[in-house]
């Protein structure tokens, strides 16, 4: 953990993040509106009312957007936060963290609704299906696990991946789930059979990041191969190689319309591809 892309908000986004200091700036005035000592990972509230920010120091924080004070600290890891998100509704919040499990918090008051316990490594991953329904958690322990958001019961176990699972996520509907791993590979699943359906394969160095366009029928990855890849994802098929920089990618993601990507590398350059 260390190095940290820059991230907006959705469209009409007024918040930016940069850096490990966990700064969150008013892109328009340069305000600082929220700042978390060893940041790692942040997510905006669907209202942009709120902002999230998970810490080494095995808290996470809540903070208004307006003023930049500070709304509350979640409690109970005993490890590094290094991932979280807030569901559609904006009323949850889930936390992962090292301490090999994931916390699920009522983000109006800050207390806890279920704690996830199944994976038996740290988790890198942990977000919310569209409709709330699901969630879904990514580990080191080469797994991703479904969960019912409901009653915070595990209902499946996704595995196929032969290192470290370092990142997963939905598409928009929640039909589809993909997974990138250190192995070099993603993985496409569906969530409703949760079988393997296609296996992505041409990195030639572990994944760290990957995202569906908001369409959903394209993925997209990042690689310590220094290339992020755009894939069909119905079928696996790499459609396009994104070369240029000088060192591992470790973010990337489409924008809103799906017809743009930035990507962030340790080369110290964010690239922007049309």
């Known amino acids: 953990v260390g190095e940290q892309a820059a991230s907006f908000q959705e469209e009409d986004s007024e918040g930016l993040n940069l850096g490990i200091t966990g700064h969150t700036y008013v892109a ?38 307006q003023n930049g004070e500070e709304v509350c600290t979640l409690r109970g890891h005993s490890g590094e936060v290094i991932s979280l998100s807030f569901n559609t509704s904006g009323d949850r919040i889930i936390t992962g963290s090292f301490d090999h499990t994931v916390v699920v918090w009522d983000a109006d008051t800050g207390r806890k609704v279920h ?42 176990t996704l595995t196929g991946h032969d290192d470290e699972i370092l990142d997963s996520c939905f598409d928009y509907t929640g039909k589809l789930i993909a997974t990138a791993s250190a192995d070099g590979t993603a993985r496409i699943f569906s969530a409703a059979t949760r079988k393997c359906i296609a296996k992505l394969e041409g990195h030639e160095g572990e994944i760290s990041k990957i995202s569906f366009n908001p369409q959903g029928n394209r993925l997209l990855t990042g690689s310590s191969d220094k290339t992020a890849r755009i894939w069909d994802a119905q079928t696996g098929q790499c459609l396009q190689v994104l070369e240029g920089h000088t060192d591992e990618i470790f973010s990337c993601t489409f924008n809103y319309k799906g017809n743009i990507v930035i990507t962030g590398s340790k080369d110290n350059t964010c690239r922007i591809w049309r």
């Not at 299906?129 to 499946?156: F, P, R, Y």
Request: charged fraction near 15%; proline fraction near 1%.
């Open 28 to 65: 328009e005035s340069g305000k600082v509106i929220a700042s978390g000592k060893f940041s790692v990972c942040l997510s905006f509230n669907p209202q942009s009312t709120l902002v999230a920010t998970g810490s080494m120091d095995t808290t996470a924080k809540l903070w208004n957007i």
């Open 115 to 156: 704690i996830l316990i199944g994976h038996c490594a740290e988790i890198s991953s942990a977000l919310f299906n569209w409709d709330c329904s699901l969630i879904l958690t990514g580990s080191m322990d080469k797994t991703c696990m479904l969960w019912d958001a409901t009653n915070g019961k595990c209902v499946a």
